[in-house]
């Protein structure tokens, strides 16, 4: 069975750290373009970061350039998403998803989903 499964999430404060990871099982990961993408209460839901499969590309929404870092471990089959100086307006439940093309922002692009973990950064 086909399956990613984020986790990392958690309460934390204001210029705070994070690390999500999301792990897949049922298939290699390093043959997917890998995005993040967070939903907050009553918001669409928005890609956040992505890495290629071909060459290792990373991209950043311009909310989060130069606070979040997204790196994949291969031997691990896992992705990873760094978070620093996180904000208030992180908050939200964040999800990643595999794509057998190459990165892109449009969620209907993915074709696996994980079941998303909560972020929450509050003082």
């Known amino acids: 069975q086909l399956q990613l499964v984020e986790s990392g999430g958690g309460l934390v404060q204001p210029g705070g750290s994070l690390r999500l990871s999301c792990a897949a099982s049922?298939?290699?990961?390093?043959?997917?373009?890998i995005g993040w993408f967070r939903q907050a209460p009553g918001k669409e839901r928005e890609g956040v970061s992505c890495?290629?499969?071909?060459?290792?590309?990373?991209y950043y929404a311009d909310s989060v350039k130069g606070r979040f870092t997204i790196s994949r471990d291969n031997a691990k089959n896992t992705v990873y998403l760094q978070m620093n100086s996180l904000k208030p307006e992180d908050t939200a439940v964040y999800y990643c998803?595999?794509?057998?093309?190459?990165?892109?922002?449009?969620?209907?692009?993915?074709?696996?989903w994980g079941q998303g973990t909560q972020v929450t950064v509050s003082s």
């Open positions: 049922g298939f290699t990961l390093d043959y997917y373009a």
């Open positions: 998803a595999a794509a057998e093309s190459d990165c892109s922002g449009y969620v209907p692009s993915y074709d696996y």
């Open positions: 890495i290629s499969s071909s060459d290792g590309s990373t």
